[in-house]
């Protein structure tokens, strides 16, 4: 067979879809294995990759959260307040050089940016990473390097609970409060107004952010009405901490 004559019986081949049961197989493993890294790659840069900003489903049920915030509160509170700060950034974005950049580096630039692009980037943003510093059963203690870290910074876990619990409570009108690691590898703890984060270049003081408290009125309003300091103390029975651990190990990287 002249060489050409085998060009174009492979090419055939290839469009009659003519391959060998093992060929296909290993091509469906690698197809499987790229499929799982990319998913993998997906999840890990989901938030900073170009083009991926994503209404994450919540991940749990609205009733997860019981007896701490109930079914309804977190029913409104993702489907309307998170969707529409999701839907409003994607509108504020929409032919601005923002669109083509990772929510990371937006936070980074964000005091060049009209606030609609602040408030519900931060919207968006902060509200993802709530929902997953919960979870239904949650609390207890933090584990391995996280532990230490915070019984090194704070002298105990029960001054850390006590300074951050005061971070939310003390944070004036609506806002958020934050445990997060600095440039030096030090963790603080700090609270942001509105919607802000400490990834923004407006923070006060920027870091990786851990864990967040949402205190805005409509976290709570509906079980606790005015009652902000009961909604705080209650928070430390639903704490994911192994999520809040694999933030801090990924952010010591
Ligand atoms: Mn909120």
């Not at 270049?201 to 409509?218: N, Q, Y």
Request: with cysteine; hydrophobic share 35%.
């Amino acid at each position: 067979m002249t060489k050409l004559k085998l060009v174009v019986a492979l090419v055939i081949a290839g469009i009659l879809g003519l391959q060998s049961p093992s060929i296909a197989k290993d091509l469906s493993k690698t197809q499987m294995k790229k499929d799982q890294s990319n998913h993998n790659i997906k999840k890990e840069t989901t938030m900073n990759a170009p083009n991926k900003f994503e209404f994450q489903p919540l991940p749990y049920a609205y009733d997860a959260l019981e007896p701490f915030i109930d079914k309804l509160t977190v029913e409104i509170h993702y489907s309307k307040h998170h969707k529409a700060y999701y839907d409003n950034f994607i509108n504020a974005i929409k032919g601005a050089e923002m669109e083509s950049m990772g929510i990371k580096d937006i936070f980074k630039s964000i005091s060049k940016y009209p606030m609609a692009a602040r408030n519900n980037s931060g919207g968006y943003f902060n509200h993802t990473f709530y929902w997953e510093s919960m979870k239904a059963h949650g609390g207890g203690l933090p584990t391995g390097k996280l532990s230490e870290a915070i019984t090194k910074t704070f002298s105990s876990f029960e001054e850390f609970k006590k300074q951050f619990s005061d971070a939310g409570k003390t944070r004036f009108g609506s806002g958020w409060a934050w445990l997060c690691l600095d440039d030096n590898g030090s963790l603080f703890i700090c609270s942001t107004p509105n919607q802000d984060n400490p990834l923004m270049d407006i923070a006060e003081k920027k870091g990786i952010p851990l864990l967040t408290m949402d205190v805005w009125e409509h976290a709570y309003y509906l079980k606790y009405q005015n009652k902000r300091p009961d909604y705080v103390e209650a928070f430390w029975n639903f704490v994911n901490w192994d999520e809040v651990a694999k933030r801090y190990e990924s952010a010591l990287k």
